[in-house]
């Protein structure tokens, strides 16, 4: 096999916030990729308005950086677990990876997602300590943490001698030694050279281009963004295209981009290890594959790990339907979710009872919440059921995901984190009290036992506790779970919201709602402290009299409504309950909003209840 030296493709892989993007930050700086008049931008691959936001990257984005005669081609992946599907697609891109590890935090649960991936692959592993610099960094242990993951996920011993180097990616440093702090990135850039293979191809071999990844440019149309494996590709050339199906059809390259630091520039030809964005193909899929016409041989079709989670999307039909977005038709929603399945893997759209509805099933709750975020930011109003777990029939019997979840928290509230946990049929373990007031535990939840924990776990660590989960496995159906043990105030008629109202009701009752917000019979209008619904009147008006009262202008003070967010009315709604998603509003109701219906449904419920129990 031939290599092309001068080349070298990486990934940079790690948990949720261990510091990935700021790594590619340093790296671009010391490159030279800014110039001399550029500001630079924190996390300036994180370029989507919500990975700003929420301080997380949600897309694998690729940057090129040039160190002497050598191109470094850099792939930055997601480090949260509902995302994997683009960790899966960027390890396809690369030679090796970068793992990164947080010297405080150690190896967490998509730490072992993404190495297990990566060792798959055959991948060498770069070990990279990060945030050394940490009061509270535990270096060696963490190496040896390490070291356990490589040996619990069965890693070859060619995989298990693999290099360390430490690392404070935010002061932009990285030295071979511990303990010992760096200047710059060199000894990370050394490294790179060394241990990351570059791209082999065969000589001669007939072209081969994976598509990878998919991109779109308000010039040209839809980018694909592939990899080249053998082969040169050149602009203006006339190819093949290897469907999914099998099937050959001719299309010709009218466009071609390489990438130099954050910016993609025209080429003319690409060679094998070569990451290049080709345009002229409206609709190129991902894991196909471009070829040569005259001898054709695709690639084969890459594959993700399946969904584990479902929710079901359909258009918005409250009484205040229309009030705020534009996109409001079954047509607009459904081109909407087959737009977003070209470039989303690990997602899958399937139909419904009703036309007007359709199911989403995906990784995790985040991954569907941000989709619906999305959705609703382009103007889209919609109706979101309530999230529930993807389940399989293995050899004759029923299974459903299960969730590794790993929390650290203050060392006082172990005991109400543990009861938590069971109540939800979690199984520990592993427990380690690192000796600094905090306890780390490691549990194999149901996924299902896991929506709507967050919040709760949150409130009863006063919010000090850290959770992260990952898909682990498949595992026998664990019985009837109850998550939620609270009910819901439900408003029994249509109008605004009075103060005088909410005075009664904020003493039973956590409210959802403020005075003079407009509520319709059905919407839920607070969280009751029992487990029973409740229909309340929260449109209630003071009586004007002529009679004079002893109390009758007292001051009473309301307490302020508790806002949710997106995500957090996801995980507070029961089986029975939907949110409603307008650009502006997120609210919640039941998913019948008749009380006569309603109430019928609840006596049903209660009866089955009481003919189980007797049985």
């Given at each position: 096999m031939?290599?092309?030296?001068q080349?070298?493709n990486?990934?940079i892989?790690?948990?949720?916030?261990?510091?990935?993007?700021?790594?590619?930050?340093a790296m671009l700086?010391q490159?030279g990729?800014?110039?001399a008049?550029?500001e630079?931008?924190?996390?300036?691959m994180d370029?989507?308005?919500?990975?700003k936001?929420?301080g997380?990257t949600?897309?694998a984005?690729?940057?090129?950086v040039?160190?002497?005669d050598?191109?470094?081609?850099?792939?930055?992946?997601p480090?949260h677990a509902?995302?994997?599907?683009?960790v899966?697609?960027?390890?396809?891109?690369?030679?090796g990876?970068?793992?990164?590890?947080?010297a405080a935090e150690?190896p967490?649960?998509?730490?072992?997602?993404v190495l297990?991936?990566?060792?798959?692959?055959k991948?060498?592993?770069i070990?990279?300590?990060?945030k050394?610099d940490r009061p509270?960094a535990?270096?060696?242990?963490v190496?040896d943490?390490?070291?356990?993951?490589?040996?619990d996920i069965?890693?070859s011993d060619?995989?298990?001698?693999?290099?360390?180097?430490?690392c404070?990616?935010r002061?932009?440093?990285a030295s071979?030694?511990?303990?010992?702090?760096?200047?710059?990135l060199?000894?990370?850039f050394?490294?790179i050279l060394?241990h990351?293979?570059?791209?082999?191809?065969e000589?001669n071999?007939?072209?081969q281009a994976?598509v990878?990844?998919?991109?779109?440019?308000?010039?040209v149309?839809r980018?694909?963004l592939?990899?080249?494996v053998n082969?040169?590709?050149?602009?203006?050339?006339s190819?093949?295209?290897?469907?999914?199906?099998?099937?050959?059809q001719?299309?010709k390259i009218?466009?071609m981009?390489l990438t130099?630091?954050l910016t993609?520039?025209?080429a003319?030809s690409?060679g094998?290890?070569?990451?290049?964005?080709?345009?002229?193909?409206?609709?190129?899929?991902?894991?196909?594959?471009?070829v040569?016409?005259d001898?054709p041989?695709p690639?084969p079709?890459?594959?993700?790990d399946?969904?584990?989670?479902?929710?079901?999307?359909?258009?918005?039909t409250?009484?205040?339907?229309?009030?705020?977005?534009d996109?409001?038709t079954a047509?607009?929603?459904?081109?909407?979710?087959?737009a977003?399945?070209?470039?989303n893997?690990s997602?899958?759209?399937?139909p419904?009872?009703?036309?007007?509805?359709w199911?989403v099933q995906?990784?995790?709750?985040?991954?569907?919440?941000?989709l619906?975020?999305q959705?609703?930011?382009e103007?889209?109003?919609?109706?979101?059921?309530?999230?529930?777990?993807?389940?399989?029939e293995?050899d004759?019997e029923?299974h459903?995901?299960?969730?590794r979840?790993?929390i650290?928290?203050p060392?006082e509230?172990?005991g109400a984190?543990?009861?938590?946990l069971?109540?939800?049929?979690?199984r520990?373990?592993?427990m380690v009290?690192h000796g600094?007031g905090?306890?780390?535990?490691?549990?194999?939840v149901?996924a299902?036992?896991l929506?709507g924990?967050?919040t709760e776990?949150?409130?009863?660590t006063?919010?000090t506790g850290v959770?992260?989960?990952t898909?682990?496995g498949?595992?026998?159906?664990f019985g009837?779970?109850?998550?939620r043990r609270?009910g819901s105030l439900?408003?029994?008629r249509?109008?605004p919201?009075?103060?005088y109202?909410?005075i009664?009701?904020?003493?039973r009752?956590?409210m959802?709602?403020?005075?003079?917000?407009e509520?319709?019979?059905g919407?839920?209008?607070g969280e009751n402290?029992?487990?029973?619904?409740?229909d309340v009147n929260v449109?209630?008006?003071?009586?004007?009299?002529?009679?004079?009262a002893?109390?009758?202008?007292?001051?009473v003070?309301l307490t302020?409504p508790?806002v949710?967010?997106l995500?957090?009315a996801l995980?507070?709604?029961?089986?029975d309950?939907?949110?409603?998603v307008?650009p502006t509003?997120?609210r919640?109701?039941?998913?019948?909003m008749?009380p006569?219906v309603r109430?019928?449904?609840?006596k049903?419920r209660?009866?089955a209840?009481l003919?189980?129990a007797?049985?």
């Open positions: 031939a290599r092309r030296e080349l070298r990486l990934a892989v790690a948990h949720v916030d261990h510091g990935k993007t700021t790594l590619v930050d700086a490159t990729a800014f110039g008049h550029e630079v931008i924190d996390r300036v370029s989507g308005d919500l990975e936001e929420k997380i949600i897309l984005k690729n940057t090129a040039r160190r002497g050598t191109v470094l081609n850099i792939v930055d992946t480090g509902d995302f994997g599907g683009e899966e697609r960027a390890l396809t891109m690369v030679d990876v970068v793992l990164l590890v947080d150690g967490l649960p998509q730490t072992r997602f297990r991936k990566a060792l798959a692959r991948l060498p592993v070990l990279a300590i990060n050394v509270d535990r270096i060696s242990d190496v943490e390490v070291y356990e993951l490589f040996l069965d890693a060619d995989q298990i001698d693999f290099p360390i180097v430490y404070a990616a002061d932009g440093w071979l030694e511990e303990g010992v702090p760096g200047e710059n060199e000894p990370l050394e490294l060394e990351i293979p570059a791209p082999s191809y000589e071999h007939p072209l994976w990878t990844n998919l991109d779109s440019s308000p010039y149309g980018l694909a592939c990899r080249m082969g040169t590709l050149n602009k203006g050339e190819v093949g295209l290897s469907r999914i199906d099998g099937s050959i001719r299309v009218t466009e981009y130099e630091a993609r520039v025209p003319e690409a094998p290890g070569d990451l290049v964005a080709i345009a002229g193909i409206e609709d190129i899929l991902i894991g196909e594959t471009i040569a016409l001898d041989r690639m079709v890459i594959a993700v399946e969904p584990a989670l479902s929710m079901t999307i359909g258009i918005n409250s009484p205040l339907a229309g009030s705020d977005g996109k409001l047509r607009v929603v459904k081109a909407r979710l087959d977003e399945l070209v470039g893997m997602l899958r759209v399937l419904t009872e009703r036309p007007d509805a199911e995906a990784r995790g709750e985040l991954q569907l919440a941000i619906v975020e959705m609703r930011r103007g889209f109003e919609l109706t979101v059921g309530k999230p529930q777990v993807v389940t399989r293995i004759g029923l459903e995901p299960v969730e979840v790993t650290d928290v060392d509230y172990l984190v543990t009861q938590l069971a109540t939800r049929k979690g520990m373990e592993n009290n600094t905090w306890i780390r535990l490691d549990h194999v149901p299902r036992g929506i924990f967050r776990f949150l409130t009863e006063r919010g959770l992260n989960h898909f682990e498949m595992e026998p159906w009837e779970l109850r998550t609270t439900v408003a029994d249509k109008g919201v009075t103060a109202a909410l009664g009701l904020q003493e009752a956590q959802l709602v403020g005075p003079t917000t509520v319709y019979t919407m839920i209008v402290s029992r487990s029973e619904d409740m449109c209630k008006e003071k009586q004007l009299t002529n009679h004079r002893a109390a009758a202008d007292q001051t003070k302020p508790k949710l967010s995500e957090q995980e507070f709604i029961a089986d309950e939907c949110v409603e307008t509003h997120v919640l109701r039941k998913l019948d008749d006569i109430a019928r449904q609840a049903a209660k009866n209840r003919a189980e007797k049985a």
